[in-house]
């Protein structure tokens, strides 16, 4: 079910292509029309929600034949509606652009997925402005922790706030005040110990090799850490199997939303009978 937020901002995308409302079907004669939603590209499909929702909202009746998650094939219809043909034009553009950005994290997500089936990978906030939502939401589909969905989530300490506490350890305290989950970001071992000495719920490698992240966790499980501890930075389709071979418990990576290919999606509309 669509969260208040996510429901802002699907009418918000909408009110951004409408503007001041849609000439072109304006223009055209008023009917009663049947639109089908198929993907032109193999994919793992996200946004089936978003997009009936959308046309729900407008009066549309939709049905989907999929599910967020699944694999597709190229030509699978995954959306019917049926209504009016103005308000089918003016949603248009929005459902198969929120299909087409989402599918193709969901598509990334899958794959990494595939690389490493017994792992908690997790997405990093490197998403689209005014998209941050529907994109941990299509990694979620595809199996992905979302991580932190915003700010206010949890307590994420990295070296820009790192540079205003005297040590790991305050910072940590600090940290723990605010009543959430607190994790903190290390860039080399020393970090990492000194690290495992406080009682973070996640410790963060930042930008470790897989070998240097294996000697490192070996050290820290040494020094009595009992907390999550994490792998991010540089993690790829290509040297994903490596880290999973670390010790780490959460591989984060910005891979799928930096990388997300657009999927094509098309909508072909008839009149009804």
């Not at 595809?142 to 206010?152: D, P, Q, V, Y």
């Amino acid at each position: 079910m669509l969260s208040r937020e996510e429901k802002a901002q699907l009418q918000g995308y909408l009110r951004e292509d409408l503007a001041k409302g849609d000439v072109t079907a304006k223009a055209t004669p008023l009917a009663r029309a049947i639109a089908t939603i198929k993907a032109n590209e193999n994919c793992t499909i996200a946004g089936l929600e978003e997009a009936i929702w959308l046309l729900n909202s407008k009066g549309i009746a939709a049905k989907a034949f999929a599910k967020d998650g699944m694999q597709i094939n190229r030509g699978r219809v995954v959306i019917e509606a049926t209504g009016e043909n103005k308000k089918l034009l003016a949603l248009e553009r929005v459902c198969l652009n929120i299909l087409g950005r989402m599918s193709g994290v969901a598509t990334q997500c899958a794959k990494a997925k595939k690389i490493a089936p017994k792992t908690m990978l997790a997405l990093t906030r490197k998403t689209s402005p005014g998209f941050q939502l529907l994109d941990k939401k299509a990694g979620a589909s595809a199996g992905f922790w979302t991580h932190r969905k915003n700010l206010s989530e949890m307590v994420l300490l990295k070296e820009n706030h790192l540079a205003f506490f005297k040590s790991i350890k305050e910072a940590v305290k600090a940290g723990k005040k605010t009543k959430k989950k607190v994790e903190i970001e290390v860039e080399n071992q020393k970090e990492a110990l000194e690290a495992a000495q406080t009682n973070a719920d996640i410790v963060m490698l930042d930008n470790f090799s897989p070998k240097k992240a294996t000697q490192t966790i070996l050290e820290m499980r040494k020094a009595g850490f009992a907390g999550k501890i994490e792998v991010s930075g540089g993690v790829t389709l290509k040297n994903l199997k490596e880290y999973t071979k670390t010790g780490a418990n959460i591989i984060s990576m910005g891979y799928p939303t930096k990388n997300a290919k657009i999927i094509d999606f098309s909508m072909r509309m008839k009149k009804a009978k």
